[in-house]
Nanobody, 120 residues
Framework: QLQLVESGGGLVQPGGSLRLSCASS????????IGWFRQVPGREREVVSC????????TYADSVKGRFTISRNRTKNAVYLQMGSLTPDDTGLYSC?????????????WGQGTQVIVSS
């Protein structure tokens, strides 16, 4: 089953930064809109950010606007989520997935996710 692979998570203090990576050796990420999602136990998975296929159009959840930046590197076949000014509310399992566009109801190629823990 084709999957995207996330990396870059870890334990970080409040106010710190992390950069998450989403990559694949089998899926051409440039052919899709790529979304980053956050899952917290007991809560619904939420979309954190998304980048479109062309022109790099980006969307962000209100809770991360101004703190997170999504970008893609077509040469490296990767999409990044630069996270800054992290708070404990940013803790969760972060996954990336692909879709035809950012407002699609269907995202596929889900990876295993990378855990982010923001704690002092």
């Amino acid at each position: 089953q084709l999957q995207l692979v996330e990396s870059g998570g870890g334990l970080v203090q409040p106010g710190g930064s992390l950069r998450l990576s989403c990559a694949s050796s089998e899926v051409t990420l440039a052919a899709y809109a790529i979304g980053w999602f956050r899952q917290v136990p007991g809560r619904e998975r939420e979309v954190v950010s998304c980048i479109g296929k062309t022109a790099g159009r980006t969307t962000y959840a209100d809770s991360v606007k101004g703190r997170f930046t999504i970008s893609r590197n077509r040469t490296k076949n990767a999409v990044y989520l630069q996270m800054g000014s992290l708070t404990p509310d940013d803790t969760g399992l972060y996954s990336c997935a692909a879709a035809s566009h950012c407002f699609s109801d269907y995202f596929g190629y889900w990876g295993q996710g990378t855990q982010v823990i923001v704690s002092s």
